[in-house]
């Protein structure tokens, strides 16, 4: 079965991809105070590309220096930083796999700490868990909009020519693409809100943007939430829509997750055992999807054994599999699998023993930065690194590269 992981896949745009196993987008917070690639970039991806991956997706690149996820985020706005985005991309290349850039911007998902204003389709803030860390939104106007299409464009034109292989649209988790296509966050009444055409027409027209910046031949991806998983959210009905459509418009791959920062449904976390126990999250999805469109489709979530990640290329739902926390902790699984062997994910539930402190802290995200932030400084991961320990590392390098933010601008 592992032989089917092997294989290459050809996308619509005639690019082909060395094997089925896609190393989805981590956020590595690796980026300089000024947003450009760190050298710790280009290590961490040259990892990746001995450990055997087909396609590695970059954490998302922001679009917008005003709007940041996090301290770390490299930023792309126009070419300042090319010889540092072509040395990582080189990296990322240098085993024979392909690199995209994911593209991102992240709405109201902005930390007070970075954004005091953040913009988003609507005016619709944070429940009571996080309304404390996020400001509420202000809404985008029109020329916003069309400014926020253009950046994404021109974003994409730069990562190609710096060397990356193609880019993925960021329309998951909860970030600005999936705002605008969750009736839950955009409640406009103009042409980009209400029903879900025009809830759509924002990420259909980045996709044209992209597009006719990086030509016909150059592969585009998107990734975009099987449902929100919250009251009043993005549904599943709605996402094979705008899956179908975005086929229609021309994209070459879709990774399919699902929740976001409120409802994180991609860690997991809130699934029962029996769940999280059958691997891959979203492939109940992905194979009602696959009946409905032809463009090639990948699922990430929940995959720990070769025998779970060949099942799923099997059963013909998907095309590729997904993984991420993983390789954080085991960069060589994708080597290992495609060799015949049978490695077991070492992915754990991870808790401070407070369970306070786990509802804010993220611990999904922020122990596996820790992981990624070892590799980038040449070392090996620390599978079993205490939550604590990671969750102080991460705030001390987060409140540091917040004050060298400040102290460059």
Known sequence: MNALLAEPLHLPCGAALPNRILKSAMSEILGTPRHAPSAGLPVLYRRW?????????TGNVMIDRRALGEPGNVVIEDDRDLDALRGWAAAAKSEGGAVWMQLNHPGKQSPRFLSPETVAPSAVGFGPTLAKAFAVPRALTEAEIH????????????AVEAGFD????????GYLVSQFLSPHHNRREDAWGGGLENRARFARAVLRSIRDNVGPRVPIGVKINSA??????????????VIRWLAEDGVDLVEVSGGTYEAPAMTGRARKESTRAREGYFLDFVAQARQEVDVP?????????????????ESGAADMVGLARTLAIQPDFPRQVLAGTAPESRVRRLSTGLKA???????????????LGRMAAGKE???DLGPLRALGSTLWAQGRQAFKMRRAR
């Open 49 to 57: 590309a001995r450990g055997g991956v087909g396609l590695s997706i």
């Open 147 to 158: 400014d926020l299409i253009a950046r994404f464009g021109r974003a994409a034109a730069v």
């Open 166 to 173: 193609g880019v993925q649209i960021h329309g998951a988790h």
């Open 228 to 241: 929100d998983f919250q009251r009043g959210g993005f549904t599943e009905d709605e996402s094979r829509q």
């Open 297 to 313: 489709l990948a699922v990430t979530g929940g995959f720990r054994t070769a025998a779970g990640m060949a099942s799923a290329l």
């Open 357 to 371: 402190l786990d509802a804010v802290a993220m611990l999904d995200v922020t122990w596996y930065e820790v992981q």
């Open 381 to 383: 991961p620390d599978p």
